[in-house]
T-cell receptor, first 115, second 115 residues
């Protein structure tokens, strides 16, 4: 069975601070995909990144970066120079390749960026 | 293409009543997914369709729940004899092919409140 743990329930930072959101996952599958989604108060889940288990390269997109480490089963997300608009709930999710189409989500981390 | 559309955005119903939600996926997407999200939790998979065929159902989808996608386009999710525990956000997502490879596009959800 797959499991995603986001241990940080809520994080509060001041604008321009860097913040890292942790994601630890469990799976017995050798091939799988990891996702990060942002959920603003409007409710829609906004796609941020997809990473497959064979690609351990870190990725940077503007102020966002992701650190994928298979050795520790972690896929952490860092926002550099946070902004008030980054305030949202962030979800990490996992799905194995093949078989079930069930995307397994963590419980999310609520990020509040204060001006 | 305006993305995944869900209707209504909000629904308040009395316990015991039936409710139906609609999801219109992105037009060329043949896969459609339903998720349920309760307060403070991540989305949980309910079911998914490939075209009109319902291929996977979660045990969360009790006998009171039924989902259809009659012509492989829009989908409906009906809850019969609603209970207070059904209060949640119901999210729909679509994908052009297998979600893990092509990604999932989520709608803004239908928030159900059972009073």
């Amino acid at each position: 069975a797959q499991k995603v743990t986001q241990a940080q329930t809520e994080i509060s930072v001041v604008e321009k601070e860097d913040v890292t959101l942790d994601c630890v996952y469990e799976t017995r599958d050798t091939t799988y995909y990891l996702f990060w989604y942002k959920q603003p108060p409007s409710g829609e889940l906004v796609f941020l990144i997809r990473r497959n288990s064979f690609d351990e390269q870190n990725e940077i997109s503007g102020r966002y970066s992701w650190n994928f480490q298979k050795s520790t089963s972690s896929f952490n997300f860092t926002i550099t120079a946070s902004q008030v608009v980054d305030s949202a709930v962030y979800f990490c999710a996992l799905i194995p390749q093949g078989g079930s189409e069930k995307l397994v989500f963590g419980k999310g981390t609520k990020l509040t960026v204060n001006p | 293409d305006t993305g995944v559309s869900q209707d209504p955005r909000h629904k308040i119903t009395k316990r015991g009543q039936n409710v139906t939600f609609r999801c219109d996926p992105i037009s060329e997407h043949n896969r459609l997914y339903w998720y349920r999200q309760t307060l403070g939790q991540g989305p949980e998979f309910l079911t998914y369709f490939q075209n009109e065929a319902q291929l996977e159902k979660s045990r969360l989808l009790s006998d009171r729940f039924s989902a259809e996608r009659p012509k492989g386009s829009f989908s409906t999710l009906e809850i019969q004899r609603t209970e207070q525990g059904d209060s949640a956000m119901y999210l729909c997502a679509s994908s052009p092919r297998t979600g893990y490879a092509y990604g999932y596009t989520f709608g803004s959800g239908t928030r159900l409140t059972v009073v």
